[in-house]
């Protein structure tokens, strides 16, 4: 079967940094995305990785290793509205997202 | 800002009633999706649509019905629920760009409670 797995949630301080680990194991890779959704609110996209590596955007980085089929989010310099939930989805062979459970990323002052 | 829009955002409702759920999108985008998503669980896929034709459906109950009149707006049609389908109820619309990855945005979710 396919599988994502995250953690559920993590806790980081204000002006830290914090890595969410992402693994999966599906039916063909066509890519990973990572998307934050707010409490109440739509998931927002954040990047895609489709090739081994570092993608930075700002205070947020994806990194990928496809023959790991592991990938992390880093966010740095965290900030109050960093308080979200972090969703993992791989794009398998079928070009159908599958998606992980999320990770609840809690930042305390 | 999000291009997709859900009405309503809210709804209660019982297990003997009809309502229908709106999505819109103002992207101009040519495939639309509806997901399921329940607390600490992952999106559950149920349907989607490519340029207006059903391509997706995925052994989701009939009590949940699909419609789409055009590439802009999609509905949920929901009757005699249950209330285990109490979730929040999320559209999305993409490019439908077939055979390549396609980036999926969302609407902000209708929060549904069936008594």
């Known amino acids: 079967g396919q599988n994502i797995d995250q953690p559920t949630e993590m806790t980081a301080t204000e002006g830290a940094i914090v890595q969410i680990n992402c693994t999966y194991q599906t039916s063909g890779f066509n890519g990973l995305f990572w998307y934050q959704q707010h409490a109440g609110e739509a998931p927002t996209f954040l990047s895609y990785n489709v090739l081994d590596g570092l993608e930075e955007k700002g205070r947020f980085s994806s990194f990928l290793s496809r023959s790991k089929g592991y990938s992390y989010l880093l966010l740095k310099e965290l900030q109050m509205k960093d308080s979200a939930s972090y969703l993992c989805a791989v794009m398998d062979s079928n070009y159908q997202l599958i998606w992980g459970a999320g990770t609840k990323l809690i930042i305390k002052p | ?115």
Not at chain 2, 35 to 40: G, L
Not at chain 2, 43 to 64: A, C, D, G, H, I
Not at chain 2, 84 to 91: G, H, I, P, Q, V
Request: charged share 15%; proline share 7%; hydrophobic share 30%.
């Open chain 2, 1 to 115: 800002e999000t291009g997709v829009t859900q009405t309503p955002r809210h709804l209660v409702m019982g297990m003997t009633n009809k309502k229908s759920l709106k999505c819109e999108q103002h992207l101009g985008h040519n495939a639309m999706y509806w997901y399921k998503q329940s607390a600490k669980k992952p999106l559950e896929l149920m349907f989607v649509y490519n340029f207006k034709e059903q391509t997706e459906n995925n052994s989701v109950p009939s009590r949940f019905s699909p419609e789409c009149p055009n590439s802009s707006h999609l509905f949920l049609h929901l009757h005699t629920l249950q209330p285990e389908d109490s979730a929040l109820y999320l559209c999305a619309s993409s490019q439908g760009t077939s055979g390549s990855p396609d980036t999926q945005y969302f609407g902000p979710g209708t929060r549904l409670t069936v008594l």
